[in-house]
Nanobody, 127 residues
């Protein structure tokens, strides 16, 4: 079992940057695919970004390409999401997720591929 704890969210103005962190405990996540999802009020939890176990591959939602960057430090059992040029539309609760097994590339984008989830961190962008 792995526990995931997100941090780094907050209230920022439009145009600001934030870096979210997701620290894992209970076991190493070095072999897991890791993902970030977000859920705005009244909406579904949507895919944001994912990274393969050795950082060889990264995947992004079209809405955040060029704006967000996912990275990981397996030595620290931590995954990051760097968010630049934040907009009001980026306001959401951001969740970190871990997937020990990804059958193929398409699964990186799917919520049901990730059995382990954190509690989320709130990001609010004022316009």
């Amino acid at each position: 079992q792995v526990q995931l704890v997100e941090s780094g969210g907050g209230l920022v103005q439009a145009g600001a940057s934030l870096r979210l962190s997701c620290v894992a405990s209970g076991r190493t996540i070095s072999s897991d695919a890791m993902g970030w999802f977000r859920q705005a009020p009244g909406k579904e939890r949507d895919f944001v970004a994912a990274i393969s176990s050795r950082s060889s591959y990264t995947y992004y939602a079209d809405s955040v390409k060029g704006q967000f960057t996912i990275s990981r430090d397996n030595a620290k059992n931590t995954v990051y999401l760097r968010m630049n040029s934040l907009e009001h539309e980026d306001t959401a609760v951001y969740y970190c997720a871990a997937a020990p097994y990804i059958p193929d590339t398409s699964f990186y984008y799917r919520r049901d591929a990730y059995p382990y989830w954190g509690q989320g961190t709130q990001v609010t962008v004022s316009s």
